[in-house]
């Protein structure tokens, strides 16, 4: 039994101890002082997956962070003032990142790891306004009873789901979408991106090992049209890998990989440079 994940929860973990390795750099694209008191002793133990893992999980998790502070800051440019964070593990966008105090942030997560948040960070003060909402998401009625509540309260709101959409069954985030565009409130929603090329990496025998207590089980047949069919409208696509290219980040592909796209050219490679990333989506 996998004695790091024994729970979707602690995925959260392994995600903040990257934040903080990240962090330490030298040449850091972000600084998340609160990683790394968020991760507390675990650190060690997140330390033993790295031979079962690739440098991939870490890369995904540092473009993602920066890809998403962006969104954040070009919605609230726009004129968002509401984020709600589902599923929001240890993040600490509401303590490191310059939000304003006109700005509302909800993050909702199980009990146990909002109130290890809440312990581990009870010194610090957010940079805007800040309410932490203990809720088992899979729980569908408590889940849209929420939604409805907080829909009541904000006008303009955008929903961010980082790291949460691959651990559900396409029912799942059908209804979860199907409820967020049943409440007009709800205008933008951030969340992943995986071109049908990725998922047999995805269901590699020795990654499902390691997850094996919080596998991947989202698997559409084509990841935008699920979306698109079902109400929302792409507003932005940023891939990990244009953005590696533009912070000068390699990407730690295989080198086969990098010996075809020297023989076949760039324009070969472009596509597959495109497998995976973040989009922000508006309801249509």
Not at 74 to 96: M, Q, W
Not at 159 to 172: D, I, R, W
Not at 192 to 209: A, C, G, I, N, V
């Amino acid at each position: 039994m996998n004695e790091v994940i024994k729970h979707v929860s602690d995925t959260s973990f392994w995600v903040a101890h990257y934040r903080t390795l990240e962090s330490e750099r030298g040449d850091a694209i972000f600084k998340d002082p609160y990683a790394k008191i968020l991760v507390g002793d675990r650190a060690s133990q997140i330390d033993t997956l790295k031979s079962q893992t690739t440098r991939w999980t870490r890369f995904t998790v540092v473009m993602r962070t920066y890809i998403i502070d962006q969104m954040i800051q070009e919605l609230i440019a726009k004129g968002v003032t509401t984020f709600i964070n589902i599923g929001a593990g240890l993040d600490s966008r509401p303590y490191r990142m310059n939000l304003g105090p006109h700005i509302q942030w909800i993050e909702v997560d199980f009990s146990h790891v909002i109130d290890h948040k809440v312990k581990a960070l009870k010194d610090f003060t957010p940079t805007c306004k800040l309410e932490s909402i203990s809720l088992d998401l899979s729980n569908r009625k408590l889940r849209f009873e929420l939604f409805a509540e907080l829909a009541e309260k904000y006008s303009n709101i955008a929903v961010l789901t980082e790291g949460v959409l691959p651990y559900l069954t396409e029912e799942q985030v059908s209804e979860l979408s199907e409820d967020l565009l049943n409440l007009k409130s709800f205008k933008y929603w951030i969340g992943e991106y995986f071109s049908e090329k990725t998922y047999t990496y995805l269901r590699d025998p020795k990654r499902m090992k390691v997850l094996q207590n919080a596998p991947f089980q989202f698997f559409p047949t084509q990841w935008k049209n699920f979306f698109e069919s079902r109400g929302w409208r792409l507003n932005q696509a940023i891939y990990f890998a244009d953005v590696a290219e533009k912070l000068g980040r390699p990407t730690p592909t295989p080198k086969f990989f990098k010996v075809l796209a020297w023989v076949m050219g760039k324009k070969w490679a472009e596509p597959l440079k495109r497998m995976s990333g973040f989009l922000l989506w508006e309801r249509n």
